[in-house]
């Protein structure tokens, strides 16, 4: 699966978009972008996950670089609860689904 | 949907005993459970992955008679650590695929971990 570079650390206004790069420059054509959230001592949380084109949900949306060779997370209204490790990962769409967590980017949300 | 319930979520216990910690998809079928360590500080590191009715496969350095692991139902795995030591001391997570089969692009959906402390 191709590796992913993401910022350490973010800070963001709340209220404000918040908006996450991640660069996947090796990316195949069957690789879909995938972003997790890690909120202090839980579980990862699914956020967003697509191939080519622009996603949207009730949580997120995700803007995919025409040559696939990065994209954004957006959060589009920041609150102190998506205080987060946020996590970009491309995994092929194969049989095994494994998902390789690098170190991601840690979110603060600031009042 | 898609709520994955993993149990205890903390167990503190002596050093030798045998912990085993459940995993269970709630309202979905899942062919396919992972299983995830995370040291403080550092990204989840993946063990495991079990598939239901067959024997779990393991990453390389995860030792199979150590950390035992069962996924003998569509909603249920188990990961046993046996006799534990303060090394196996970490954060365990598990996570299932909502659908089975090849080519799928389904997310995982993670369960919110169990603590384990060795003493």
């Known amino acids: 699966d191709a590796k992913t570079t993401q910022p350490p650390s973010m800070d963001c206004a709340e209220g404000r978009a918040a908006n996450l790069p991640c660069n996947h420059s090796t990316i195949s054509g069957n690789e879909y972008v995938y972003w997790y959230r890690q909120i202090h001592s839980q579980g990862p949380q699914y956020i967003i996950h697509g191939l080519k084109n622009n996603e949207t949900n009730e949580m997120a949306s995700l803007i995919i670089t025409e040559d696939r060779k990065s994209s954004t997370l957006i959060l589009p209204h920041a609150t102190l609860r998506d205080t987060a490790v946020y996590y970009c990962i491309v995994r092929a769409r194969s049989n095994d689904y494994k998902l390789s967590f690098g170190a991601g980017t840690t979110v603060t949300v600031r009042a | 949907g898609a709520v994955v319930s993993q149990h205890p979520s903390w167990v503190i216990c002596k050093s030798g005993t045998s912990v085993k910690i459940e995993c269970r998809s709630l309202d979905f079928q899942a062919t396919t459970m992972f299983w995830y360590r995370q040291f403080p500080k550092q990204s989840l590191m993946l063990m495991a992955t079990?598939?239901?009715?067959?024997?779990?496969?393991?990453e390389q350095g995860v030792e199979k008679d150590k950390f035992l692991i069962n996924h003998a139902s569509l909603t249920l795995s188990t990961l046993t650590v046996t006799s534990a030591h303060p090394e196996d001391s970490s954060f365990y997570i598990c996570s299932a695929t909502t659908l089975p089969g090849q080519y799928s692009n389904q997310p995982q959906h993670f369960g919110d971990g169990t603590r384990l402390s060795i003493l």
């Open positions: 079990s598939n239901e009715g067959s024997k779990a496969t393991y």
